[in-house]
Antibody
Framework: QVQLKESGPGLVQPSQTLSLTCTVSGFSLTSYNVHWVRQPTGKGLEWMGVIWTGGSTDYNSALKSRLSISRDTSKSQVFLKMNSLQTEDIATYYC?????????????WGQGASVTVSS | DIQMTQSPASLSASLGETVTIECLASEDIYSNLAWYQQKPGKSPQLLIYYANSLNDGVPSRFSGSGSGTQYSLKINSLQSEDVSIYFCQQNYDSPFTFGSGTKLEIK
């Protein structure tokens, strides 16, 4: 069945880089897009960016200068890197499979990766 | 960017009641609107896409409607397991913005 799983360090020091991996199964990264969405505790969902089936990317303009999304299709993995982390980046980070007409209907989500920023 | 205004922020209703959540887009999104349910401590799950299409396995007491800039999610015969936060999201254009969420509780 379709599964996504986020992994990565739960603690990042201020000004350092966050690196997360989304490992997928049950579908191909060349057939479905993968989005990253984050959620500060007790708050709403923020769309961060997407890697499309062809390998191109789109980012939230508020994060674009700090964010990079890439993938390894042979390993069914999508990578998120975001630099210059601050306390406002404390959140649960989700990867989600995107489909539909514009590729952004998120029909399967990972369990989420909780990230804290602290020295 | 397309702004999504969701209301109400919170809602309390009795078991068996019908509730409605609204979402207003800042421009026409041509029915490219999804609704997600997030149960406490869990990841969001897709309920409805293209404004009114029920995702597989979603109970028929959930329904979506709307067009243009105005959309709504209706839950009939409220059940205890419907306690969740509900989010709308426009799927029309990047950035694919979400509404601020509606927290649904049982009276």
């Amino acid at each position: 069945q379709v599964q996504l799983k986020e992994s990565g360090p739960g603690l990042v020091q201020p000004s350092q880089t966050l690196s997360l991996t989304c490992t997928v199964s049950g579908f191909s990264l060349t057939s479905y897009n993968v989005h990253w969405v984050r959620q500060p505790t007790g708050k709403g969902l923020e769309w961060m960016g997407v890697i499309w089936t062809g390998g191109s990317t789109d980012y939230n303009s508020a994060l674009k200068s700090r964010l990079s999304i890439s993938r390894d299709t042979s390993k069914s993995q999508v990578f998120l890197k975001m630099n210059s982390l601050q306390t406002e980046d404390i959140a649960t980070y989700y990867c989600a499979r995107g489909g539909g007409l514009y590729g952004s209907v998120m029909d399967a989500w990972g369990q989420g990766a909780s990230v804290t920023v602290s020295s | 960017d397309i702004q999504m205004t969701q209301s109400p922020a919170s809602l309390s209703a009795s078991l068996g009641e019908t509730v409605t959540i609204e979402c207003l887009a800042s421009e026409d999104i041509y029915s490219n609107l999804a609704w997600y349910q997030q149960k406490p401590g869990k990841s969001p799950q897709l309920l409805i896409y293209y404004a009114n299409s029920l995702n597989d396995g979603v109970p028929s007491r959930f329904s979506g409607s709307g067009s243009g800039t105005q959309y709504s999610l209706k839950i009939n015969s409220l059940q205890s397991e419907d306690v969740s936060i509900y989010f709308c999201q426009q799927n029309y254009d990047s950035p694919f913005t979400f509404g601020s969420g509606t927290k649904l509780e049982i009276k």
